[in-house]
């Protein structure tokens, strides 16, 4: 099995690590960080662009040399470079890096004056007073260090559902080629679509639970074997991701997906129902006394206790069960019905590709629009659009528009929002463009009142259209900023806005509750890409799971419509906005629900 793409980012993280400890020029250190980032967050695993011959440097950060370690740890599951590095270094020393307070110089002082190699080992330097004489340290350093690594032993080890997914799909193309295997799904939270896994439910119907168990146990990722029995087995994969396994007969699938599939909190509520009934559940079937009555199929579960089908992401007891009782479950947004997407960056800033190749990817992907977000000029890191580059943009993105047949490109931007709510570019600029897309990107560490209002002034703006990523949180990387979300969501409603659920595997910051909360406020969501290079438009899929998780049907979302409706929406929004700056919206939908 060749390196999945979160195994390629560990090894450049890893060697950014350790460059830094060793004191390294940091231009090269920070290569090899926005490597692991790019690769990281690329939705197709490298190893199949190598397979169809794609060119990796045209990846955002990859030059040749870099394109060349992917190569070499796809095809040898080795790294030259980071083996030497290792080499200089006890193994455990990078670990070290990760305890908020300690960088490398820090770690470096750890290691050549006190012989420190592991956290273990830092907690007992620390411990026994050893640390503050340190140069660089100091008595408040050492208390910060115990309090981080008892708060790090606590962490249990949730991974990014985009992550999980290329281990869970890769072993489940594995499993499915086992003589005998009839049926095979990827259960629990990942089904569900949370947006972080803690481990992986396989189910799998198959004529011999024998046969499959042997298979899986010679799978090469596994590196620990934790429970072996004759229908089920525990294991943990090199990148430390935990798997449990079943497998049943065909006449019990249904029954053991149900159960694996979770969450606890519904399979209980459902197993009461089921009691109700006098009915007895389990992952084998439904029982009435000693007759099985149903198991074969979910479908079977849920008639048996006289429910319709409940889709797996709305599975976690949230009401659920009462709609599917009365046949008022929604029709849960899909892939497909999205028409295109309004928050996509080109190389004009910080994206990859030009505007022709996104316009063509898009067309590629059956839409029939998207809008051109790039940053403004504030973000100088992503070289942002100051008025004379907006212009210049927008002309090209006529000229293409003349010229390609089958997608419309919008004229957006994706404007700053600055500290005082203003926008980071002028009125005037702004009103010629199709839609504005405000964001926060500096100063998340204001109060709740100050950020929420700074976000409302913002949204009061006569050409604000749509709030992009709206808590900035980065899972497992940033908490989000403190906002009233709950009150953003009903001000945009008045206002006319939209909300965005980002995409990006690890923003999706449009919480499945708030999607909720939009819904019943009438505020339309539209999932976006964010897409910085023609490969993260397949990020959709992340945030349509998210939005299946916040009980969204097809007229709940924004970019459903298609370009018609959508041109009536965001056109409204701006002579309104104009008009009357608080006025209700007047085209909430009709709530059916
Ligand atoms: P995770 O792995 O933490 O992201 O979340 P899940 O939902 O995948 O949880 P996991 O792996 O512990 O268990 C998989 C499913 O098995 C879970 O969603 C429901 C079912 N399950 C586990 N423990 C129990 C239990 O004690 N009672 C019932 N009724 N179901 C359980
Ligand atoms: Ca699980
Ligand atoms: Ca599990």
């Known amino acids: 099995m060749p390196s999945h793409n979160a195994d390629i980012a560990a090894v450049f993280e890893e060697i950014a690590d350790l460059l830094e400890i060793e004191g ?60 030497r590095l290792r080499t200089e270094f006890p193994p455990a020393v990078a670990e070290l890096l990760r305890i908020p307070g300690l960088g490398p110089k820090r770690v470096r002082h750890l290691y050549h004056d006190l012989d420190v190699q592991t956290v273990e080992q830092l907690y007992c330097a620390a411990r026994d007073g050893r640390i503050c004489a340190l140069p660089g340290f100091g008595e408040k350093m050492e208390l910060k260090i115990l309090q981080a690594i008892e708060a ?36 629990g939270s990942y089904r569900r679509m949370r947006e972080t896994v803690g481990d992986l439910d396989i189910v799998a119907a198959a004529t011999s639970a024998g046969a499959v168990m042997q298979r899986f146990l010679t799978y090469d990722e596994i590196a620990e ?29 249904g029954a053991a997906l149900h159960y694996f599939t979770g969450s606890k909190a519904h399979n209980i509520a459902i197993r009461h129902m089921a009691q109700k009934r006098g009915l007895k559940i389990n992952e084998y079937g439904v029982y009435r006394g000693t007759t099985r009555i149903a198991g074969e199929s979910e ?30 479950l929604p029709r849960l947004v899909e892939l497909s019905d999205l028409r295109g997407d309004l928050h996509v960056h080109t190389k004009a ?4 590709n030009t505007l022709r190749e996104m316009a063509l990817a898009a067309r590629s992907h059956g839409w029939e ?51 005082d709510g203003n926008l980071d570019l002028p009125d005037h600029v702004l009103a010629k463009l199709d839609l504005v897309l405000g964001a926060v990107h500096s100063k998340f560490e204001l109060s709740r009142a100050r950020q929420t209002d700074r976000i409302l002034r913002a949204m ?58 939009a819904k019943e ?41 298609p370009l018609s409706e959508l041109n009536a929406f965001i056109n409204r929004t701006h002579k309104e906005s104009t008009v009357a700056g608080r006025k209700t919206s007047t085209y909430r939908y009709n709530e059916k629900i």
Not at 163 to 174: G, M, R
Not at 310 to 326: K, V
Not at 530 to 552: C, K, M, Y
């Open 349 to 352: 800033t910080d994206g990859h």
């Open 521 to 561: 406020e009438g505020v339309l969501v539209s999932i976006n890409s964010d897409a910085h290079s023609t490969f993260q438009f397949d990020n959709l899929r992340f945030g349509i799971g998210q939005a299946r998780r916040g009980w969204l049907e097809k007229q709940h979302v924004l970019n459903a419509r």
């Open 152 to 187: 790090h032993g606590n962490q249990v080890r949730r991974f990014k559902l985009a992550v999980a997914a290329q281990y869970a799909e890769a072993l489940k193309a594995f499993l499915e080629g086992v003589p005998g295997v009839t049926q095979i799904t990827i259960a």
């Open 369 to 419: 629009y998207i809008a051109i977000t790039d940053h403004s000029r504030r973000i100088t890191v992503a070289h942002g659009l100051d008025p004379l580059r907006l212009a210049r943009q927008c002309t090209e993105i006529d000229a293409l528009n003349q010229e390609l047949e089958g997608i419309t490109v919008l004229k957006g931007i994706e404007v700053d929002i600055l500290e």
């Open 24 to 83: 390294a020029n940091p231009f090269r250190i920070r290569a090899y960080r926005n490597a692991a980032r790019t690769i990281g967050q690329l939705a197709t695993e490298a190893y199949v662009l190598l397979e169809k011959h794609e060119d990796l440097t045209t990846l955002p950060g990859i030059g040749r040399d870099l394109s060349d370690k992917i190569k070499e740890i796809i095809s040898t599951n080795r790294c030259g470079l980071l083996e």
């Open 460 to 517: 009061n703006h006569p050409h604000f259209t749509m709030l992009a990523h709206p808590t900035g949180r980065l899972i497992q990387q940033r908490e989000p900023y403190d906002v009233d979300m709950p009150r953003i969501i009903r001000e945009a409603g008045r206002r006319g806005c939209f909300l965005e659920l980002n995409s990006q595997p690890d923003r999706l910051d449009m919480l499945d509750t708030y999607c909720q909360m």
């Open 299 to 328: 479908d079977s579960i849920y008639r048996a206790v006289g429910l319709s089908y409940i889709p797996p992401e709305l599975r976690e007891n949230r009401g659920e069960l009462e709609m599917a009782r009365g046949g008022l």
């Open 225 to 253: 074997t934790l429970a072996v029995g004759s229908t089920r087995a525990s294991v943990i994969l090199k990148c430390g991701m935990q798997v449990d396994l079943r497998v049943v007969a065909d006449e019990s699938y």
